[in-house]
């Protein structure tokens, strides 16, 4: 299993971002995809879900302000956030069948 995050940026406060992660290694169509984080010496923050429906599931800390969809022709789960706020900094990471990334980082500031 492989999975590659890609998009983290340096953007003010109220921006905007788009996350991807690419995945192999496993049957992606099944799979239920998650993007977690993790800010500087906080534990690990679960943000979004995508069932293999396509049905989404959201933490109330990001709910209203980030969408995510999957692209299973491409292997590819994306999380776009937006009205970005500075505690939203933090490594952001995907995940699939318990499996990590190497993770992106986002950092919202002025």
């Known amino acids: 299993v492989q999975l590659v995050e890609s998009g983290g940026a340096l953007v003010q406060p109220g921006g905007s971002l788009t996350l991807s992660c690419v995945a192999s290694?496993?049957?992606?169509?099944?799979?239920?995809l998650v993007w977690a984080r993790q800010a500087p010496e906080k534990e690990l923050e679960w943000i979004s879900t995508?069932?293999?429906?396509?049905?989404?599931d959201y933490a109330d800390s990001v709910k209203g302000r980030s969408t995510i969809s999957r692209d299973n022709r491409n292997n590819t789960v994306y999380l776009q956030m937006n009205s970005l706020k500075p505690e939203d900094t933090a490594v952001y990471y995907c995940?699939?069948?318990?499996?990590w990334g190497q993770g992106t980082q986002v950092t919202v500031s002025s």
């Open positions: 995940n699939a069948y318990g499996f």
């Open positions: 290694g496993f049957t992606f169509t099944t799979a239920a």
């Open positions: 995508i069932y293999a429906d396509g049905r989404p």
